[in-house]
């Protein structure tokens, strides 16, 4: 089985697959003070709780946008799981075309939602993750990353408000009553909310002139679902793009 583990600002998210079935997966909250030991003993729980052990593991792929954690994860790996993770890099196999004026700042997750998009959907696409930041990526239909934008995600944006003005409380992302909010959570929810979406279909559109009207859009990340009941801009939500990435990654990179 192989174990895939992407390192974001916000989680940590793992996945457990068998051959190309996705068995298990977990989101975990990203932290910062966590040793080593505490990740280690954390992924071995996990594992047992599907029902397995690390002798099961024939290989681990990671990738990485929180350099500060990255060699932690991969001492817990190596003590715990007796297995060194195969990281997400330059240089790597990818079946892509890397266009970035410097392939070396393209976050690792990026790189593995454009390729599970090339391979799983084809492009050309515009690939939006809803994380820490909320980014649109463009894939041609000849497998070329182009880049993107990177804007702040709707959580960063509420705990903006909530830090930065002395009067709005601290608010859980749902959807108001209305688009004209009678009250101030309501009214911080509709402009959170609602004022993404237009984003989302603002963006979208222009991606639509850059790389034609067959582009398809493809949503993921944590609040991909909640966007998308909200415009019909998203034609596919696919909440775990990112591990499905490592697996291919891994898949190219290990062939049989």
Not at 198 to 206: N, T
Request: hydrophobic share 45%; aromatic share 8%; with cysteine.
């Amino acid at each position: 089985m192989l174990l895939t583990i992407d390192i974001g600002n916000t989680n940590l998210t793992l996945g457990l697959y068998d051959g190309n079935t996705l068995f298990a997966h977990w989101r975990l909250a990203t932290d910062h003070a966590r040793m080593p030991d505490e990740y280690g003993l954390q992924f071995l729980g996990l594992l047992q709780n599907a029902g397995h052990t690390k002798t099961a593991l024939t290989g681990i792929c990671l990738a990485s946008v929180v350099p500060q954690l990255t060699g932690r994860v991969i001492q817990a790996c190596r003590e715990y799981l007796e297995s060194d993770p195969f990281i997400v890099d330059v240089g790597i196999k990818t079946g892509i075309k890397v266009r970035y004026e410097d392939p070396r700042a393209v976050g690792a997750d990026r790189i593995a939602d454009a390729v599970a998009v090339m391979y799983l959907y084809g492009g050309p696409a515009c690939i939006i993750d809803f994380g820490t930041a909320t980014t649109f990526n463009a894939l041609t239909k000849d497998g070329e990353y182009l880049g993107g934008a990177i804007t702040a995600g709707i959580n960063l944006a509420t705990e903006a408000l909530f830090v930065h003005a002395a009067k709005l409380p601290r608010i859980d992302l749902q959807r108001p009553p209305s688009i004209i909010g009678r009250n101030t959570v309501h009214a911080m929810q509709a402009g959170l909310l609602f004022g993404y979406v237009s984003m989302v279909e603002g963006m979208v559109e222009r991606f639509r002139r850059e790389l034609g009207p067959e582009m398809k859009v493809v949503a993921t990340g944590g609040l991909s679902a909640v966007v998308a009941q909200e415009t019909d801009v998203i034609q596919i939500i696919a909440p775990w793009l990112t591990l499905e990435g490592l697996r291919i990654l891994w898949d190219l990179n290990h062939p049989l």
